[in-house]
């Protein structure tokens, strides 16, 4: 940006100078892009080579790959195809639609801590969990099913009392975090309530883990992340100009409600359907992009980074949670927290020596 | 003929958020301090007329407000001394009060329960209500409070350590270490986030970020800690008595005074930085006052009451609602609405079940969504 500057408010420049520093920039940023998408990638490849190979028993990387490309014999396609391929791809999807659902939440409501964790979805989720586990007693996938519910009803709780004449970014944060408060109150007074074993396998689901997420969870999860990445892809043309503020997104044309609607709705049903199979992963979809947009940094929201961090995060945490303490395997919820915070408190204290210099 | 309508349709609603972007303009022209800024009055004179009324609110409202809240505070501390479980006489506990009988057994219950918790939810609703609107003001988020700062979550860790480790099992143990924990955490978020709002928010839910997977991880394991910490987290009035308040009345002093020094100076921090930092105003002293009295403030109410959700957020808005977006207003307010809050939460949770009690904490969560909503839902809600 500071190129830009310069070179138009220099007495005597013409219109190609001007041309050819922001053509600098843009070439610069995007360069910058790249590399973070490429390193997150090959990051990524290494948990996952690591999380496959690693374990009870333990697969060599040369047949991991052969195993992966049919040559494998049945222990080894058994290890890798139903024990361990599941979880690596739960990681991965999980955390991307995490990272991307908050990645929206934070960049169409204008406001850095507006994540599902704070605005009472994944609370929700959790609540309608916590309250089929301790107050009906139910176990397995019906726990998905009311976590879901749970999540898409203060979904819509947030929109019903939130909309008036259009959605606004400031009724919709200050709404969901109330909620929030509601449901982790709520959730607390239940925990409080019940029998302490029950009550101790109910705050475990309220961590998030993915070591449980197979077969058809995987799927459905899967084809919606890949969904929702898609309309995320169509929609979001339009986020640089809803950044600007609701004014000036206005008198540019656009129809900010309808927009940042789509754009919401999508975010939520990311974040249910996430959450639904893997628990509320802990401040993903509030790390992730807040890292993402520090590693690209060129004042966008970094969707597509916020997607690669939030993988790259669930899945690291993941097979850290496995293999870091002998004799404890944590869940990856409480992992995602220890390792994310830390990173991203880092960057920001970096960033303010940077600016003060 | 389309033609005209078209533009007219699109001219209305332009005019109408021309307004909301002047109108936080007209509110710092009605800060005395900030009267320099006369072209954005002037601006907010022309276009936000129709807007003024919610906006402008004289001296005499603000006093009427303090008033009304004044008188619901005294109705609010009478109910909490009359209703309970046991059914005691109005008239027996105006007795109790003035002169206690040691061999009644009414006297007692007023005296060993219910002026304690009353007590109890008098100083933790003045720190709560104090404390939101400090954050509030520091930051200049209006979702910023105790619990997302980081420092509930501080308060928590420790008291879980000192359960897990120390083996402390009373609620008066818990004290100093609930304190410790906020303090640590408020130091870490306010030294990491000094410069800017944002990162102080986002500084404040990393920290939480970080703390809340650490008391999962005790608790998960820790089967019997977790039994004695799950009480305390519901956030309670009971179980605590005068002592605990003796010993933490100071804090809040203290607290409340920083709290009310800084009012003026956080009018001008509401108009940005740069425009502070160009009044005079070292904005670096403010945000570290502004800290102290929040560690204080935060400190002793998680201390007394357990983490109570959304006392400290729903309070500065609703005062905010009252007497406009002077702060030297809002704190007398919210000083008020605090307790007023938290108490009636608690006695709400006495009546609601026969014969049992609902805590406090639940209550006030219950309480305070409809009104956060409500809020967010009327016409001027930003005010920030």
């Given at each position: 940006?500071?190129?830009?500057t ?8 013409s219109v190609?100078?001007?041309r ?6 843009r070439r610069?940023?995007?360069r910058?892009?790249?590399l973070?998408l490429a390193?997150?990638a090959a990051?990524a490849?290494v948990f996952?080579?690591i999380?496959?190979?690693s374990?009870?028993?333990s697969?060599?990387?040369?047949r991991?790959v ?8 049945r222990?080894?396609q ?6 361990r ?6 990681a991965?999807?999980v955390?991307a639609?995490?990272g991307?659902s908050?990645a ?6 204008r406001?850095?801590?507006?994540s599902?964790?704070i605005?009472?979805?994944?609370t929700g989720a959790?609540l309608?969990?916590?309250w ?6 139910l176990g397995?996938?019906?726990?998905s099913g009311?976590?879901l519910?749970?999540g898409?009803a ?6 019903a ?5 259009g ?8 709404v969901g975090v109330?909620?929030?408060y ?24 309220t961590?998030?883990?993915?070591s449980?997420v197979?077969?058809d969870?995987?799927?459905l999860?899967?084809?919606g992340?890949v ?7 169509v929609f979001?043309?339009?986020l ?6 609701d ?5 540019l ?12 709705l999508v975010a939520?049903?990311?974040?249910a359907v996430?959450?639904?199979?893997a628990?509320p992963i802990?401040?993903v ?7 993402a947009r520090?590693?690209v940094?060129?004042g ?11 993988a ?6 993941d097979?850290l949670?496995q293999f870091a ?10 992992v995602?927290?220890?390792i994310?915070?830390p990173?991203?408190?880092?960057l920001?204290a970096?960033?303010?020596?940077k600016s003060?210099? | 003929?389309?033609?005209?309508s078209?533009?007219?349709d ?12 002047v109108a936080p303009g007209?509110?710092a022209g009605?800060?005395p301090?900030?009267?320099g800024t006369a072209?954005?009055a ?9 807007r003024?009324?919610?906006r ?5 409202r603000?006093?009427?407000v303090?008033a009304?809240?004044?008188?619901a505070l005294l109705?609010?501390?009478?109910a909490?001394l ?13 007795q109790a009060i003035?002169?206690?009988d040691?061999?009644?057994a009414d006297?007692?219950?007023v005296?060993?329960?219910r ?5 109890i939810?008098?100083l933790?609703?003045v720190a709560l209500?104090?404390a939101?609107t400090l ?12 619990g ?8 928590s860790?420790?008291?879980v350590?000192?359960?897990?480790m120390l083996?402390?099992s009373?609620?008066l143990?818990?004290i100093w270490?609930a304190?410790?924990g ?8 306010f030294s ?9 928010a ?6 939480t970020a970080f703390?809340?997977?650490?008391i999962?991880l005790?608790?998960?394991?820790d089967?019997?800690?977790f039994n004695?910490?799950?009480f305390w987290?519901?956030?309670s009035l009971t179980?605590?008595g ?8 100071p ?5 409340a ?9 956080l ?6 930085d740069d425009?502070?930092?160009?009044l005079?105003?070292?904005v670096?002293t403010?945000?570290l006052a ?7 403030l935060c400190?002793t109410?998680?201390s007394?009451?357990g983490?109570i959700a959304?006392?400290g957020l729903?309070?500065p808005?609703?005062?905010?609602r009252l007497?406009?977006?002077d702060?030297r207003?809002?704190?007398p ?5 605090g307790?007023?809050?938290?108490l009636?939460?608690d006695?709400i949770?006495?009546l609601?079940v026969p014969n049992?009690?609902?805590?406090a ?5 219950f ?5 956060l909503i ?5 016409r001027n809600?930003a005010g920030?």
């Amino acid at each position: 940006m500071a190129i830009v500057t310069d070179a138009a408010t220099r007495p005597g420049t013409s219109v190609d100078d001007v041309r050819l520093a922001v053509g600098a920039v843009r070439r610069r940023n995007r360069r910058r892009l790249l590399l973070a998408l490429a390193s997150g990638a090959a990051l990524a490849l290494v948990f996952a080579m690591i999380a496959i190979s690693s374990g009870a028993a333990s697969v060599a990387p040369d047949r991991v790959v052969a195993t992966l490309l049919g040559q494998g014999d049945r222990t080894e396609q058994l290890v890798v195809f139903t024990l361990r391929l599941p979880r690596i791809l739960a990681a991965v999807f999980v955390g991307a639609a995490f990272g991307l659902s908050g990645a929206i939440f934070q960049a169409v409501l204008r406001n850095p801590l507006a994540s599902p964790d704070i605005l009472g979805v994944s609370t929700g989720a959790s609540l309608g969990a916590v309250w089929a586990i301790l107050g009906l007693g139910l176990g397995g996938a019906v726990v998905s099913g009311f976590a879901l519910a749970g999540g898409l009803a203060v979904a819509a709780i947030i929109w019903a009392t939130a909309w008036r004449q259009g959605l606004h970014g400031i009724r919709f944060v200050l709404v969901g975090v109330g909620l929030a408060y509601v449901g982790a109150s709520l959730i607390a007074w239940l925990l409080a309530r019940a029998e302490i074993r029950q009550a101790q396998a109910a705050l475990l689901w309220t961590v998030g883990s993915v070591s449980d997420v197979r077969g058809d969870a995987l799927v459905l999860v899967m084809i919606g992340v890949v969904i929702g990445c898609l309309l995320v892809a169509v929609f979001s043309r339009g986020l640089p100009v809803l950044a600007l503020g609701d004014d000036h997104a206005i008198s540019l044309g656009m129809r900010t409600h309808v927009r940042r609607g789509i754009l919401l709705l999508v975010a939520v049903l990311l974040i249910a359907v996430g959450t639904s199979v893997a628990g509320p992963i802990a401040f993903v979809a509030l790390i992730a992009p807040a890292i993402a947009r520090r590693l690209v940094d060129d004042g966008s929201a970094a969707l597509a980074a916020s997607v690669m961090t939030g993988a790259v995060l669930t899945l690291g945490a993941d097979v850290l949670g496995q293999f870091a303490l002998p004799q404890f395997t944590a869940p990856v919820g409480i992992v995602t927290g220890l390792i994310g915070a830390p990173y991203l408190l880092w960057l920001l204290a970096r960033t303010e020596r940077k600016s003060r210099a | 003929m389309s033609g005209p309508s078209t533009v007219s349709d699109q001219e209305a609603p332009r005019v109408a958020d021309t307004a909301l972007v002047v109108a936080p303009g007209s509110s710092a022209g009605a800060v005395p301090a900030a009267a320099g800024t006369a072209p954005a009055a002037a601006a907010a004179d022309v276009v936000a007329s129709p807007r003024r009324r919610g906006r402008r609110i004289g001296t005499g409202r603000a006093i009427a407000v303090l008033a009304a809240c004044t008188l619901a505070l005294l109705a609010i501390v009478a109910a909490s001394l009359v209703f309970g479980v046991r059914s005691i006489d109005p008239g027996v506990v105006w007795q109790a009060i003035v002169g206690p009988d040691p061999a009644n057994a009414d006297h007692n219950v007023v005296w060993q329960l219910r002026v304690p918790r009353t007590v109890i939810g008098l100083l933790a609703g003045v720190a709560l209500g104090l404390a939101g609107t400090l954050i509030q003001g520091v930051t200049r988020n209006p979702i910023a409070d105790p619990g997302l700062l980081g420092l509930n979550a501080g308060a928590s860790l420790a008291v879980v350590l000192c359960i897990a480790m120390l083996g402390v099992s009373s609620p008066l143990g818990y004290i100093w270490f609930a304190f410790g924990g906020a303090a640590a955490a408020a130091a870490i978020v306010f030294s990491i986030g000094r410069g800017q709002p944002v990162r102080l928010a986002l500084v404040g839910a990393a920290v939480t970020a970080f703390i809340t997977p650490l008391i999962a991880l005790v608790l998960l394991r820790d089967t019997e800690t977790f039994n004695q910490y799950r009480f305390w987290a519901v956030g309670s009035l009971t179980g605590r008595g005068l002592d605990v308040a003796a010993l933490l009345w100071p804090f809040i002093l203290v607290g409340a005074i920083v709290a009310f020094v800084l009012a003026n100076r956080l009018n001008l921090l509401a108009l940005g930085d740069d425009v502070a930092n160009s009044l005079g105003q070292r904005v670096g002293t403010t945000r570290l006052a502004a800290g102290i009295g929040l560690v204080l403030l935060c400190g002793t109410a998680t201390s007394l009451a357990g983490p109570i959700a959304l006392v400290g957020l729903v309070v500065p808005h609703a005062a905010r609602r009252l007497v406009g977006t002077d702060y030297r207003w809002i704190m007398p307010t919210a000083l008020l609405l605090g307790p007023v809050m938290l108490l009636a939460a608690d006695v709400i949770g006495r009546l609601i079940v026969p014969n049992a009690e609902l805590e406090a904490g639940v209550v006030a969560a219950f309480l305070g969504a409809p009104v956060l909503i409500a809020i967010a839902r009327s016409r001027n809600v930003a005010g920030l």
